[in-house]
Nanobody
Framework: QVQLVESGGGLVQAGDSLRLSCAAS????????LGWFRQAPGEERKFVAA????????YYGDFVKGRFTISRDNAKNTVYLQMNSLKPEDTAVYYC??????????????????WGQGTQVTVSS
């Protein structure tokens, strides 16, 4: 059974940093694109960042580039999202997701086959 489990969310103040982790179990994802999405109340799930299987290519939503960094450790089957200079508008539930092996980058959440349960990030002003 495939599981993605996020951790690292919490309540922080504007300007603070958080590092989210997503540990995968049930299979290895070393050849899969992995992504982070977020969803605020009343909004659609939005692309945040993605990383290729090797970790050599990374992609970001326009609103996070320069503040967030996605990385992965395939030996640990884990993907990370380092978030710096957090803003109140970053408040959302953050989800990690995995594409099926062999599929390339996608910005659309419906193209990701595996999902975690989400972790809440709240940024106060």
């Amino acid at each position: 059974q495939v599981q993605l489990v996020e951790s690292g969310g919490g309540l922080v103040q504007a300007g603070d940093s958080l590092r989210l982790s997503c540990a995968a179990s049930g299979r290895t994802f070393s050849s899969n694109f992995l992504g982070w999405f977020r969803q605020a109340p009343g909004e659609e799930r939005k692309f945040v960042a993605a990383i290729s299987g090797s970790g050599g290519s990374t992609y970001y939503g326009d609103f996070v580039k320069g503040r967030f960094t996605i990385s992965r450790d395939n030996a640990k089957n884990t993907v990370y999202l380092q978030m710096n200079s957090l803003k109140p508008e970053d408040t959302a539930v953050y989800y990690c997701a995995a594409r099926r092996s062999g599929y390339s980058l996608s910005y659309a959440p419906q193209n990701y086959a595996y999902w975690g349960q989400g972790t809440q990030v709240t940024v106060s002003s």
